[in-house]
């Protein structure tokens, strides 16, 4: 029940909103059993849970850093962006308020899966999941 409102209320906040690289890609909702544990996974953990590739490029970002295009950095000029940057300031929010210990792994090169993750109230991994495109 728990987990069914949170996937609800982060899907609502991600709704309509893309993550902006060279590919603008959806956010969608995940979830992994992470029994026992107390705290945020560490990266190689995190590859594990996943079933990244042994040796796959892996970092880790603060959640302000990755959304850093979409609020602090964004386009003064760009109307769009900055009609739309409460929407991504409310996102941060939610994700917050909603899950302990949020980082943001980012896993492979040009294409990069990256995880929006942290503990939800069962401390379980959930967050949203994206892809971003660098070359």
Known sequence: MALARLREELERASSGLVYSSESDRP???????????????TLADFGRLIDAQPGEFAEIRSLEKFFARHTTTSDPYDGEAQKIRPRYEELV??????????KVYRLGKIEVSCYIAGLDADGNLAGLKTVAVET
Do not use: M, T
């Open 27 to 41: 956010f969608e909702f995940f979830s992994l059993p992470y029994p026992g544990q107390s705290g945020a996974p």
């Open 93 to 102: 929010r939610v994700l917050s308020r909603r899950l302990r210990d949020v």
